[in-house]
């Protein structure tokens, strides 16, 4: 065993560790930092009993306090349905449109509806609500069958060419590839590509015309501007559900394709299809 080395500037003993000439001095801690150090260790002590701790072979020990975090996140979650009660409560007995005109029910709407819109719909939407081909974009100002927030609940509730629903919107058009010509088709496609941009045979333009006008008026009407009443599409914009360029136009007129949308009425319930078609209207392409 050593004898003790003490350190001759300082007079305080070292502990032993000496590296590259340097020893370790042996000072005692600061007394603060000891009674801190006992007053943790009590206040551990305390804190396991105060509070469920110490784990066991099925449970845990409670604590005195009887405090449960889960109790806790519990009674959260019961305050805040308790708060939104009223909203949804408001929301049952008015109509879309009286939700739309007030504020504080419409700012309550627009969340729960994008909720829910994230659950059901983001799948065939997208999440930006921005569609795909073959499924609209809702951001937008063309709607088939309207974009009033009444309209737009009459669509979530019932679908389209939903079979199973009576109510649903239902619209179809022909496949006119059974009805006129394959020129038939070439023209009346040139003269629907005309209405919105530029076509490749400019001289198929006018037959187009005559052929639309035989075919095409009593649905999209005679300036082609579409028919909401029968979901007809306005075809002189530049917003297509199936492409814009000639081939798919065509492809569309000589045996169209015929989307279908769930009727989510029976599916959400009404308050919830409410709050939903809240939210589309909100985003700025409604009526």
Same mark, same amino acid.
């Given at each position: 065993? @050593?004898?003790?080395?003490?350190?001759?500037?300082s007079g305080v003993s070292t502990t032993g560790h000496e590296w590259d000439g340097i020893r370790e001095l042996n000072n005692p801690l600061p007394r603060w930092w000891v009674v801190t150090f006992?007053?943790?260790?009590?206040?551990?002590? %305390?804190?396991?009993? /105060?509070?469920?701790?110490?784990?066991?072979?099925?449970?845990?020990?409670?604590?005195?306090?009887?405090?449960?975090?889960?109790?806790?996140?519990?009674?959260?979650?019961?305050?805040?349905?308790?708060?939104?009660?009223?909203?949804?409560?408001?929301?049952?007995?008015?109509?879309?449109?009286?939700?739309?005109?007030?504020?504080?029910?419409?700012?309550?709407?627009?969340?729960?509806?994008?909720? /829910?819109?994230?659950?059901?719909?983001?799948?065939?939407?997208?999440?930006?609500?921005?569609?795909?081909? %073959?499924?609209?974009?809702?951001?937008?100002?063309?709607?088939?069958?309207?974009?009033?927030?009444?309209?737009?609940?009459?669509?979530?509730?019932? %679908?389209?060419?939903?079979?199973?629903?009576?109510?649903?919107?239902? @619209?179809?058009?022909?496949?006119?590839?059974?009805?006129i010509t394959p020129d038939q088709i070439a023209q009346v496609t040139a003269y629907i590509a005309s209405l919105s941009g530029k076509v490749q045979t400019a001289s198929l333009i006018e037959p187009?015309?005559?052929?639309?006008?035989?075919?095409?008026?009593?649905?999209?009407?005679?300036?082609?501007?579409?028919?909401?009443?029968?979901?007809?599409?306005?075809?002189?914009?530049?917003?297509?559900?199936?492409? @814009?360029?000639?081939?798919?136009?065509?492809?569309?007129?000589?045996?169209?394709?015929?989307?279908?949308?769930?009727?989510? %009425?029976?599916?959400?319930?009404?308050?919830?299809?409410?709050?939903?078609?809240?939210?589309?209207?909100?985003?700025?392409?409604?009526?």
């Open positions: 065993m @050593s004898d003790e080395h003490i350190d001759k500037i006992y007053i943790t260790i009590v206040w551990a002590i %305390g804190y396991t009993i /105060a509070y469920p701790a110490w784990p066991m072979l099925t449970s845990a020990t409670k604590g005195v306090l009887g405090y449960s975090s889960r109790n806790e996140v519990k009674n959260e979650l019961a305050a805040a349905e308790v708060a939104k009660g009223k909203y949804v409560t408001a929301i049952e007995s008015k109509t879309v449109s009286e939700v739309v005109g007030d504020d504080a029910l419409r700012e309550f709407a627009v969340a729960a509806g994008g909720a /829910a819109f994230k659950i059901n719909c983001v799948q065939c939407h997208g999440s930006d609500t921005q569609g795909s081909n %073959g499924f609209p974009n809702l951001n937008d100002d063309d709607w088939l069958w309207g974009g009033t927030a009444e309209q737009i609940q009459q669509t979530i509730t019932h %679908g389209i060419r939903f079979a199973s629903d009576p109510d649903t919107r239902l @619209s179809e058009m022909p496949a006119f590839g059974d009805i187009g015309a005559k052929v639309f006008a035989e075919n095409c008026v009593a649905c999209h009407g005679d300036s082609a501007k579409g028919n909401k009443e029968l979901g007809a599409p306005d075809l002189t914009d530049a917003i297509w559900l199936y492409r @814009s360029d000639e081939a798919a136009i065509a492809a569309q007129i000589r045996a169209p394709k015929q989307g279908v949308m769930p009727a989510w %009425g029976g599916r959400l319930g009404e308050t919830k299809v409410k709050e939903l078609a809240v939210y589309i209207h909100s985003l700025g392409g409604g009526e």
